[in-house]
């Protein structure tokens, strides 16, 4: 499948404006607010529009300003902020209209060979061992409140199998630590950077409520408020986003409304290719 026909390819098409500002059509769809992966992931694609060919993502951290509204096109400014010999570093803004929704910094490297010395994958069982997540969401979806329908019944793209059991509603009080083998269902092109924007998509499902596991709280909770607040993400060693991907999260606190996530991202050969990083709120009503 050429790179430009797959499903995400849409979101990464822009429309240059005056001052250079690269604009991206409205996604519309069911959501009250757009998912913050996909946001992060067309702001790292417009950072990656200024940079020379070679120089892939090694970096990005980002903060979530505020939710953005699926109705209306976001238009990216990027500030070219150096370029060195080995190194480029790029801020980006995201607005819609005069709000301002994300904020991103990212810095990109010419490949360099030296020794590696990494973290072991878990041993955990094969994905193609494992059911679809959509099993587990299609069971659950009766029992959920109206507003979280909407997130939950859609098909994200991904082909999702998880570790360990997996709960939206009333889950028994577990370790902060949970599993995912993910990959698109689509086949993408070759390019690296755009492999680096499937990642950075999928980074953002599910880390937020690895620290919600030990005080056993839905994520389908009435009472919950939740929303990402800033998003941190490494990239390592090459890999590819339509392959099979661990993608392995714990939480070291969860307190003060707010909770963190950790994850690291393996490919299915052992390499760790990605890490992360995402703090939260957690904002639960008062009964």
Do not use: K, N
Request: aromatic letters at 10%; charged letters at 25%; one cysteine or more.
């Amino acid at each position: 499948m050429d790179e430009t026909d797959h499903r995400f390819a849409h979101l990464f098409r822009f429309e240059e404006g005056d001052g250079g500002v690269l604009r991206a059509a409205p996604t519309g769809g069911p959501l009250f607010r757009l998912f913050g992966g996909q946001v992060l992931a067309q702001a790292l694609a417009a950072a990656q529009h200024s940079v020379a060919a070679g120089r892939l993502a090694h970096s990005c951290h980002a903060y979530f300003v505020r939710a953005g509204r699926v109705d209306r096109p976001i238009d990216f400014t990027v500030s070219r902020d150096t370029d060195g010999r080995s190194f480029s570093a790029r801020r980006v803004e995201a607005r819609q209209g005069d709000e301002l929704i994300l904020t991103l910094s990212a810095s990109f490297h010419a490949a360099e060979p030296g020794p590696v010395q990494q973290a072991a994958m878990p041993d955990v069982p094969d994905p193609l061992d494992l059911p679809p997540q959509e099993q587990a969401i299609a069971a659950a979806l009766p029992h959920m409140p109206p507003h979280r329908l909407v997130f939950w019944d859609r098909d994200i793209g991904l082909d999702v199998r998880a570790v360990e059991p997996f709960h939206t509603v009333d889950p028994p009080r577990a370790p902060a630590r949970r599993s995912f083998w993910f990959r698109t269902r689509d086949r993408l092109g070759d390019d690296p950077g755009e492999h680096q924007r499937m990642l950075a998509f999928a980074s953002d499902l599910y880390i937020l409520h690895t620290g919600l596991l030990p005080l056993g709280i839905s994520w389908s909770d009435h009472g919950l408020s939740d929303v990402s607040l800033d998003h941190a993400l490494w990239f390592h060693q090459p890999f590819r986003a339509d392959e099979w991907l661990l993608y392995t999260m714990d939480s070291p606190y969860a307190g003060g409304a707010r909770t963190l996530g950790r994850g690291t991202i393996f490919a299915r050969d052992g390499r760790l290719v990605a890490s992360v990083a995402q703090e939260g709120l957690i904002r639960l009503a008062r009964q």
